[in-house]
């Protein structure tokens, strides 16, 4: 029954947890609690499936197959078995093929892209925002009249704003925007998408939560939000997220202008209660945890006792 009990944990943690977890707001006051407790999930999810894999193929191995099998562990077990074997398969498969093209089509639209915010960069400056915006390393400032900010992750980042930014947005709304668009930057938050990403693909659909993935980057970018308000303050920022909400260039990963309407609301809120980031990281060692252990105890039961046979 091991692997059919690791099979259910990974369904359970690829499917109804995170839409329920992602239904909370309790998450909002706390992202990156929230966010470790989100990646225990996910890393839980792969534990389980390899775990149901692994128990599923020690049966085959050590017991005879064919009748005596199903004999031994009846109709309905051995079909969930060979259910657990084939879901852990694909998973498995899918999700390093799908993790790989992940990586390499990301990088290789964000190279696309950097080679186009650096030929459409605007190097003359016309005024005092621009002098000062322009002297920065990795600033790329473009023309048109969108409003547009957002950050090109990778070895060689970019934060990109335009014209229509630097002209209607004060200049402290503007530091904001720049710290928010760092923010991501110092902390790789395109590395936590993408991971999301090749989970939310490996799983099947329907198992698989697109809410987790929707999730994860509104808490991605309050986070960002926290780290840029303590260094320009809550209204500054505030007011740069109204003014480039409902505004997101489709090329951005991470445009600031996403879920403004949540994380204004949550720059004017009290600080979380006490303890509740402890209890997330608690619940978060709990869900990671459990499954590592019932994988891991296993085999070093088994090593030991081959050691001292």
């Given amino acids: 029954m091991t692997a059919v009990w690791f099979a259910a944990l990974a369904l359970l943690l690829a499917g109804p947890l995170p839409a329920l977890l992602a239904r909370a ?13 989100w990646q225990a999930i996910a890393l839980g999810a792969v534990l389980a499936t390899l775990g149901a894999g692994l128990a599923s193929l020690s049966l085959l191995f050590t017991e005879e197959p064919g009748f005596p099998f199903l004999a ?5 077990q051995t079909t969930l078995i060979g259910l657990g074997s084939a879901l852990v398969a694909v998973v498995t498969v899918r ?10 089509r990301t990088r290789r639209r964000r190279n696309r892209h950097r080679e186009m915010v650096d030929l459409l960069h605007r190097k ?11 002297s920065q390393t990795g600033v790329r400032v473009l ?14 980042s970019r934060v990109v704003v335009s014209d229509a930014v630097l002209q209607q947005l004060t200049p402290e709304e503007v530091r904001a925007v720049l710290a928010h668009e ?8 395109d590395l936590v998408l993408e991971g999301f990403t090749a989970l939310h693909a490996a799983f099947p659909r329907f198992v698989s939560s697109q809410a987790a993935l929707d999730s994860v980057r509104l808490l991605v970018e309050m986070l960002a939000d926290d780290s840029a308000r303590r260094r320009t303050g809550s209204a500054p920022l505030a007011r740069a997220l109204v003014a480039l909400a409902g505004q997101p260039d489709a090329s951005a990963e991470m445009p600031v202008g996403s879920g403004a309407l949540a994380r204004v609301r949550r720059l004017s809120e009290s600080p979380p209660p006490r303890g509740l980031s402890l209890a997330a990281y608690v619940a978060a060692a709990l869900v990671l945890g459990g499954p590592t252990l019932a994988v891991a105890v ?8 081959a050691l001292t046979d």
């Fill in 298 to 305: 296993p085999w070093l039961e088994a090593s030991y006792r």
């Fill in 143 to 156: 023309t048109g009249p969108g409003r547009v900010a957002y950050c090109v992750p990778g070895v060689r």
């Fill in 182 to 189: 760092r923010a991501h930057l110092r902390a790789r938050h």
């Fill in 95 to 104: 999700f390093w093929v799908v993790a790989t093209l992940v990586g390499i």
């Fill in 25 to 37: 707001r309790w998450t909002w006051q706390v992202p990156r609690a929230a966010l470790v407790l």
């Fill in 72 to 76: 031994r562990h009846g109709v309905v």
């Fill in 124 to 134: 003359e400056s016309t005024g005092e925002v621009d002098q000062a915006l322009l």
